[in-house]
């Protein structure tokens, strides 16, 4: 078992950051052979998903689609007036898991490990279990 928690500092107000890099090195760094990688987002204007990392509009398209489905001004109750940012998280979630084989996450090709930001700029944690 392996364990770390990943500080990620946001520079937008709504961004998503490739940390696929980070998470493989935590795994190096933890000796982790085979088995499986939890990824786990504990905030809740914050999210963690898996795209395509290849091409950066994959997540500009997905960010600009947010954006259009949740808009930043609306009726929204909540006082903190960050009702967005959570709606956003709760539709992307909070977590991820993804198998590990000889020491590299088994991700596909073209995807890649994406925090994302909903309620920034802040300083951010993900934590990084493998089992």
């Known amino acids: 078992m392996f364990n770390k928690t990943l500080i990620i500092k946001t520079t937008a107000a709504t961004e998503m950051i490739d940390i696929t890099a980070e998470v493989q090195k935590?795994?190096?760094?933890?000796?982790?052979?085979?088995?499986?990688c939890l990824l786990?987002?504990?905030?809740?204007?914050?999210?963690?998903?898996i795209n395509e990392h290849a091409d950066p509009s994959v997540h500009e398209d997905i960010l600009m689609v947010l954006n259009k489905m949740v808009p930043w001004k609306g009726a929204?109750?909540?006082?903190?007036?960050?009702?967005?940012?959570?709606?956003?998280?709760?539709?992307?979630?909070?977590s991820q898991t993804v198998a590990v084989e000889k020491g590299r996450?088994?991700?596909?090709?073209?995807q890649g490990i994406f925090f994302c930001e909903?309620?920034?700029?802040?300083?951010?944690?993900?934590?990084?279990r493998c089992l």
Not at 105 to 110: D, P, Q
Request: aromatic letters at 8%; charged letters at 20%; hydrophobic letters at 35%.
């Open 26 to 36: 935590s795994l190096e760094l933890g000796d982790v052979s085979d088995g499986a």
């Open 40 to 49: 786990f987002v504990p905030h809740t204007t914050a999210a963690v998903t």
């Open 76 to 94: 929204y109750r909540h006082s903190e007036g960050n009702s967005p940012a959570h709606i956003k998280a709760s539709l992307i979630g909070p």
């Open 105 to 110: 996450l088994a991700l596909g090709t073209w």
């Open 118 to 128: 909903f309620d920034g700029p802040r300083t951010r944690k993900i934590h990084v």
